[in-house]
């Protein structure tokens, strides 16, 4: 399967996300990508200002314990899991905080740029909707000039008045402009 979705962290707010349960690998995995920065920051820690670059997160083993319902054990076992399958950096600093780095940040997210990324959407759509609106076009003067071939009659066939007016009402009663009609 290929492509991808974005989740706001909003979700983590929803009732589901918050219900208390005990973590499964993947619930822990999404919530370390909810976690990192979407965008590079500063943070005070310990008295100390500190940058965490976009795709990082600074937290600590306890409060991933709390979160996932886990053991120590189990979620030092998890991020070095992780880390040995190339997915993060995971560095314990000397104070206890907990340093991750999700590796392939940017691709799990897209380009760091959302601005160029919301450019390109709106020029696609845009393009899309031109071409949407040049087949409707097409589409609609096809039928009118189905319509026409329809209700039109040669040269050598004579009609009478009658048969125009028949065909003058059935144009009518479909929903068509009477001034769109030609009778030939």
Request: charged fraction near 35%; glycine fraction near 4%.
């Amino acid at each position: 399967m290929q492509g991808w979705i974005k989740l706001h962290r909003k979700l983590q707010e929803h009732w589901l996300y918050r219900e208390k349960r005990k973590f499964s690998r993947y619930e822990a995995w999404l919530d370390l990508l909810m976690m990192a920065n979407h965008k590079d920051n500063k943070i005070m820690q310990d008295g100390e200002l500190v940058e965490v670059k976009r795709g990082e997160r600074i937290t600590s083993i306890r409060q991933l314990m709390e979160s996932w319902a886990w053991s120590n054990t189990k979620v030092t076992k998890f991020l070095k899991t992780l880390e040995q399958d190339g997915m993060i950096l995971c560095k314990i600093t000397p104070k206890k905080k907990t340093h991750i780095t999700i590796l392939k940040y940017e691709e799990y997210q897209g380009v760091s740029g959302d601005s160029d990324s919301e450019e390109k959407t709106q020029k696609r759509q845009t393009n899309d909707r031109e071409a949407t609106q040049n087949n409707i076009n097409k589409n609609v003067k096809n039928e009118k000039n189905e319509k026409k071939k329809h209700y039109s009659t040669s040269v050598n066939k004579k009609i009478d008045f009658r048969d125009r007016e028949i065909a003058l009402q059935d144009w009518i009663q479909s929903g068509r402009d009477p001034e769109e009609f030609q009778w030939k």
